[in-house]
């Protein structure tokens, strides 16, 4: 009988990792507070792990700058979660990830475990389930598939 | 800001460049008004709601 090392089972029972850069128009940003207490409910619900965050900022040349959590001055709350990174993105990453932003411009980059997929996902693979495929659906792919209905159900009559 | 000494020489999670998405705001205009189609969509998701079969 073979037993799973200590990291196959700490594997085992990690969720999916998913990263979402939000991107802030030069003078277009209206920091309130709000994302980071809408970040912390989720921390605190046990629906995410957060993993790693940048604030990179895109500037008219080109260079980008990025900046740790912890080089903010009044973190607040969002402390608890800075002491629990574990700093995943490489300095490759901050170039590939800027590649999507507007000269100008600041994002922040998001990297987050979602605990709440963890268990389903562990008992597929307990099952022999192996995923193949993920995704998201985009919501102008809804609006595509439903607006063909309704153009289709119009034709039809 | 230089970032940390640690995300430095490392291999990489974002395998190349990533491309911009197409902004939500800008996809539900023209037509009817964004509000009107974000409560067409809500609706399509809703649980229980089945879409019917062509």
Known sequence: MTTASPTEASLDELGPVDYVIVEFPAGASTF??????????????????????LILTKNEDGTVDAMELSDIDELGPLQAVETQLAELLA???VDHLAAAMDPGSTAGVLIW??????????????SG??????????IQAIIASIEA?????TEGG | MPLRPGRVGRVGVIGAPVAKTAVVAKA??????PVAKAAVVTAAVTPGRRRRRI
């Open chain 2, 28 to 33: 539900v205009t023209p037509g009817p008004s």
């Open chain 1, 113 to 126: 475990e979602n605990l709440w997929a963890a268990p389903f996902a562990s008992a597929a693979r307990r």
């Open chain 1, 32 to 53: 309130t507070g709000e994302m980071a207490t809408e970040l912390l409910a989720l921390v605190d619900s046990g629906t995410i792990r957060v993993i790693d965050v």
């Open chain 1, 91 to 93: 300095a490759d990453d």
């Open chain 1, 129 to 138: 389930g192996q995923l193949i495929a993920n995704g998201r659906i985009p």
């Open chain 1, 149 to 153: 209905d309704e153009a289709s159900s």
